[in-house]
Nanobody, 118 residues
């Protein structure tokens, strides 16, 4: 198990930027694939992006391609989500998650709220 704590959420205007951070503790962080998911009010949780243990493999949802960038610093046990050109439809609670050898995201943070005003 790994414990995850997100930070960096807040209120931003359309077109603005935010950087989310997720600090992990517990078992070896570098062994985990890390992902960001989000859930808007009244909607199901959806995949945003994820990154392999080495950082060499990244995937993005079509809705965020070209605007969001995921990165990780294994020395700091931290994964980041840089969000640029934010839109009101990006408003959601953003969750950090970790997937171990099973490739299942079964470790979740508590979430951080991102609100984009129009």
């Amino acid at each position: 198990q790994v414990q995850l704590v997100e930070s960096g959420g807040g209120l931003v205007q359309t077109g603005g930027s935010l950087r989310l951070s997720c600090v992990a503790s517990g078992r070896t962080f570098s062994r985990y694939r890390m992902g960001w998911f989000r859930q808007a009010i009244g909607k199901e949780r959806e995949f945003v992006t994820d990154i392999s243990w080495s950082g060499g493999s990244k995937y993005y949802a079509d809705s965020v391609k070209g605007r969001f960038t995921i990165s990780r610093d294994n020395a700091k046990n931290t994964v980041y989500l840089q969000m640029n050109s934010l839109k009101p439809e990006d408003t959601a609670v953003y969750y950090c998650a970790a997937a171990g050898t099973s490739s299942v995201y079964d470790n979740w943070g508590q979430g951080t709220q991102v609100t984009v005003s129009s």
